[in-house]
């Protein structure tokens, strides 16, 4: 499978997979933490029936899934190496993609809240959301523009993954 391959090559190969696996653990974290407040708050602070966190829950977990099955499924079937431009760039650009989908989203909730009997509670449900991505937004800008691109962590992950890599190529 990696056969052929350089060294350098191997490590810009294992720097992708760390950090694809890094942002699919960091999505799966966001994506419990927030949606287990959006559940709690539909329970205890606010009086609707309507189940309005799978406006939340289910349009994210799909997303999570599909990004799941391209970091899990997918990323031994491509040996490709992406380009070396990746890293702050991207980080920033990733961001600005995050800020969009959330604007984006949170515009859909309150029109779906406001066609849900906005009028019957005095908190309104879309603030949830708002508030608990809005945290992971600013944790991305952070990442994108403040933090350092490769930590020591990073590196023995990706020293990891370049065995992995050789053993796999024989």
Known sequence: MTTGMTNEELYKLARQRVRDKKDLLQHL??????????????????DIDHLWFIWVLVPWGIGLFIHFI?????????????E????????KKGFYRHLALYIIANIVLIIVWAR???????VPWFIYPLGGWGIFVVWNYIEAFILPEETEWDKRQIEKEVEKLKIAGG
């Not at 391209?70 to 190496?81: L, P, Q, T, W, Y």
């Open 29 to 46: 974290i966001s994506y419990v933490i927030v949606n287990i407040v959006l559940v709690l708050a539909w329970a205890f602070a606010t």
């Open 84 to 91: 070396e431009g990746k890293g702050q760039g991207d980080r």
């Open 116 to 122: 849900t009997g906005a009028e019957s509670d005095p």
């Open 70 to 82: 391209m970091v899990v499924i997918f990323s031994g079937r491509d040996m490709k190496i992406k």
